[in-house]
């Protein structure tokens, strides 16, 4: 009998399986003044913060669930979005338009891009209804979470607790009402929940080693290590308990030697001074360590 030849069984080739999308990662970038200019991310973002060096403009913010042209600004935010700023999101990032408070020529940009990770972030909006309700559909508890009227203000709410970016207010009353198991609760106050009112947000879940939420007492001090994240952060944001703005820092910007962004677009360099291997290092500016604050 002739010899038996085994045939070879063919091998699937595996389909690659492109890694998570990160919480946050962080960079910066050069303006060009080139219109429909598309800046990689690497992921499809849930939000994107634009941060501006220099005294030239406040944070410009753009969530997955706005449509259209449409970019918020985290002050004088009580008005319809802008057009030419954050023009769209993408698989791999976003597109700026020309404008000068994200693209202009020879200004750099530090940019902060949150991926929609399931049981870490996530976007979302809904229309407001004028009553006491829940948000819910987020897979987790929220630490923190970002609303934005999509023709008002923009909010910060944790725990209880809820600040406008732009005038320093804190602790609104009756607006965030607190989070909850798979969302987070509302009031019927028009800042959170006027009826027929579209409203956008962004929202993450405490994370070990990689989102913390916290709070320190001011004291005053110059050069204050603020630790125990248990992580190296890229992107930190505080807010004093009193009159004072939201204050922003990245690691790209830690990493390109200039100082903390205010909300308002100054910057500061005694307010978020650098980020560190377990935490972030604050001056003495009242915005950042009133003491007794």
């Known amino acids: 009998d002739p010899p038996i030849t085994a045939t070879p069984t063919a091998t699937a080739t595996p389909t690659p399986v492109p890694p998570p999308a990160p919480i946050v990662a962080t ?6 003044g ?3 200019r598309n800046i990689s991310t690497g992921f499809e973002p849930a ?6 060096a220099g005294n030239t403009t406040s944070v410009r913010a753009r969530l997955s669930t706005m449509t259209g042209d449409a970019t918020k600004r985290l002050i004088d935010s009580s008005v319809a979005p802008f057009p030419d700023y954050i023009q769209a999101l993408s698989p791999d990032g976003f597109q700026v338009g020309q404008n000068d408070r994200v693209n202009f020529s020879g200004l750099p940009y530090d940019w902060a891009a949150f991926g929609n990770v399931p049981g870490s972030v996530a976007a979302g909006s809904y229309t407001g209804n004028g009553t006491d309700r829940n948000i819910v559909g987020l897979g987790f508890t929220p630490a923190f979470w970002i609303l934005a009227k999509e023709t008002g203000s923009v909010l910060a709410c944790w725990d ?7 005038n320093g207010e804190f602790f609104l009353s009756d607006h965030c009402l607190g989070a909850i198991a ?3 609760a509302l009031s019927s106050n028009p800042y959170v929940n006027q009826a027929d009112e579209p409203y956008h947000y962004v ?3 405490a994370q ?9 007492t001011g004291d005053g001090a110059d050069d204050r290590n603020i630790v125990g994240l248990g992580f190296e952060p890229h992107l930190v944001t505080i807010v004093g308990e009193t009159y004072y703005e939201a204050h922003f820092h990245t690691r790209a910007r830690r990493l390109a030697s200039r100082d903390a962004l205010s909300a308002s677009g100054d910057t ?9 291997t377990d935490g972030f290092q604050v001056g003495a500016d009242v915005a950042v360590n009133d003491a007794g604050v």
Do not use: M
Request: a negative charge.
């Open 160 to 166: 209880e607790r809820s600040a406008t970016f732009a």
């Open 182 to 184: 798979d969302g987070f």
């Open 47 to 52: 939000a994107v913060l634009i941060l501006p």
């Open 34 to 36: 080139a219109d429909n």
């Open 203 to 205: 929202a993450w879940a």
């Open 268 to 276: 500061n360099a005694d307010a978020v001074q650098a980020l560190l």
């Open 208 to 216: 070990p080693g990689s989102v913390a939420v916290g709070s320190y």
């Open 27 to 32: 960079d910066a970038y050069l303006g060009d």
